[in-house]
Structure formats: C-alpha cells, structure tokens
C-alpha cells in the first residue's frame, strides 16, 4: 500500500527525521494561508499523487512570492497530472504540499528496499540522486551503492557510515547522514514498510541534510497490526475494481487485456494467465476468488470482472479441492442470470463433485462453453475473443 509524499514526511518527522516544514492543502486559498505561516521567502508547491516523476511534468513548481504560492496551487489541484510513472491517463490531483524552499547544494538518492534474491532490508544510496536516478542506474550502476542488513543484527552503525562515505560525505556529515539511516531503518522495520525512498536527500546551501521527497510502501498483509498506516490509505489512488475486490475479500489486479479471468488459487491464476498468453491472448485480470467460494462469491467476481469494458470473453478456471464444483456452478449460473452477461462465458470445472457441478450448468439452460482443461479452457476463451472481433 502507498501513502502520499506529506504523509510520508509526517511520518519521518515522529522519527525525527529532518524534512522540510509544510503542510498539505486543499486548495489555493489553503495553499496561501499555509505559505504566510512558513517562515522564508521562497515556498514549493508539490502536487500529491502516489507517483513520482513530478517534477519534471509540472507537478513541482517553485514560488518567488505568495501570490505564485496561490496560482499554483489553484492550477495543480483539479489538473490531471502526467508523468513517467502514471501512464497516460495521469493522475487527479486533489491536494497539494506546500513547503518552505531551501536552497540546494547537492543532491543524493538514498533507499530501502526488501531484496528478494538475499531476503534481507537493502540500503541503496547514489551521490547521483535526483530527478534523474533510473538513468543512472541504467547506465553507470557503479555509482549506485547497496548494503545488505542481517536480520539477526539489524542495521549497524559501520554499514551506515559506509553508505555514507560511499556517496563522498566526509567529516561530521558521515555521523549526519548515518543517524538518519539508522532512524528511516527503524521507521521501515516499525511499520512492516516495503519500500522506503528519499530522493533527492540534500546538502542545503546552509549545511542540513533534509528529506527532500520522501515515498514508502507497505506490506499489505501486515496491515491488520498497523492500524494507523491502514488510516493512510487513499482509494482514489487505487483501481475503484480492485477496492471492490477487496472488501468481498477477492484477489483481484487489473491488467490491460480483454480475457475476464476468475480462477481459484494465486497458481493456478498465473498458470491461466499465461495459458492464454501462448494462446496469443490478453488476461484483463488476476483474480484469485480462494478457497471455499460460495455463489455470492463468484457472483461477485463476476461484477467485478465485466466492469472492465475491455473484457470480451470470461474464462472461469476452478480447481475445486477445498471448494466445490457444485457452489461454483450455482455461482455461476446466479451470475449469468442476474448480470444478464453478454460476452462467452468459457467454463473449467475439475475436482470435488464435478458430476453435479456439470449437472447443475447444463441443466440451467444457459449459454456457456464447456472447456476440459486448462489448455484447452485458454484456447477457447481466446478463441471466443477472436470470435467477437471479428
Ligand atoms: P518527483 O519529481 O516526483 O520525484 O518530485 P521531487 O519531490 O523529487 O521534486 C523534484 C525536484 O524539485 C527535486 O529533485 C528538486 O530538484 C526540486 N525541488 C523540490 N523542492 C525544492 C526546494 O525546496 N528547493 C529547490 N531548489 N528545489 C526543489
Ligand atoms: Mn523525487
């Protein structure tokens, strides 16, 4: 799960992690009153998505005076906001970060990340920080540094100030910059974070280290004991599908295909997904409806999925072990009744009480396409699709 920039910051600042002062605001009016009780001369407004690459499509702008504070503010909030990292629908953004500006003498790019490959916390740091961080790491990725943290020790303090030294600090700077890693280690271990991003961390002109942007990531399963990053979350920044999904406790993720998938099991799901890739298919989805789908279930993935206006068939792949055949076939034919679906609906059924599950569908009446197995289930969904096309 992602938080915004200023709630990330505020989060930094209960660990004491140095951040620039500001605050969030609504609107440009906001904007003005929160300016004119920041001390300075020079303020920043930055719009708050969930996504980086701000700054360079006009999602950071600077401001001279309190007047530019307002106009911004006011052109930031209702624009829909482009950049690398959106896509091209953009993103709305609705609130804007209002900061005080500090002059900048060097930029740097520090990281934590979950390793996959070593299992362990990875501090990532680059004296190259900035906007421009994936070019370098793509083309000079000696200047990108990283430090493995073993779980049994935690962070210790020479990693810190190997980073540190790393990224050309000398002098008391090391212990500065070393401190901060040692705090935004704890922030991440303490809130079960997945990622956490300072970049640019600065050299002000005056000699403070600060947070610059600040992005971080949690762990979605481990939100049932972090009650207050849980009240972070923003649903407009999620797929409205997905949010659904989630309260009717369905696994769902959207993809870009027009193959609607409901498939039980996260395995099995990858498996039908790439099954109708060889078949020279798109999936639109993942969907994992799990184990002991009852009809409402599947009737509900079945909403779910044909929101999407891509679909053009459903392929519905059940491996019934702890679930049956004969609920999914009840879900099923609820689902086609009361949705009045008009795409092919391509069904795979395998495992307990597939007898009576089949009954169940053919005895309904309804218009479906039986498949036998996975491969063949995939060929006919993608068959189904070209049908529709054409
Ligand atoms: P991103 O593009 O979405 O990652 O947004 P950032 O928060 O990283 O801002 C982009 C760039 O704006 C930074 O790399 C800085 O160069 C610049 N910027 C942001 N705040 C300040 C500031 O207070 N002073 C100056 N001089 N530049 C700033
Ligand atoms: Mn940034």
Known sequence: MDIHEYQTKELFRSYDIPVPDGRVAHSGKQALAVAEELNGERWVVKAQIHAGGRGKA????????????????DKMIGMTLVTKQTGEAGRLVQRVLVEQAHAIAQEFYLGLVIDRATQRITLIASASGGMNIEEVAATNPQKVIREAVDPAVGLQDFQSRKIAAGIGLTGKQIGQVAKMLKKLYRCFRDKDALMAEINPLVLTKDGQFLALDAKMSFDGNALYRQPEITDL???DEEDPKEVEASGHDL???????????????????????DAISHYGGRPANFLDVGGGASPEKIANAFRIVLEDPNVMAVLINIYAGINRCDWIANGIVQAIRDLAIEVPVVVRLAGTNLEQGLQILQGSGLEYIQADHLSDAAEKAVNAVKGAES
């Open 251 to 273: 696994n769902y993720i959207a993809l870009d295909g027009n193959v609607g998938c409901i498939v039980n099991g996260a395995g099995l799901a990858m498996a039908t997904m």
């Open 233 to 235: 979350r923003d649903f």
């Open 58 to 73: 006009g999602g950071v702008l600077m401001a001279d005076n309190l007047e530019a504070v307002e106009q911004h503010a």
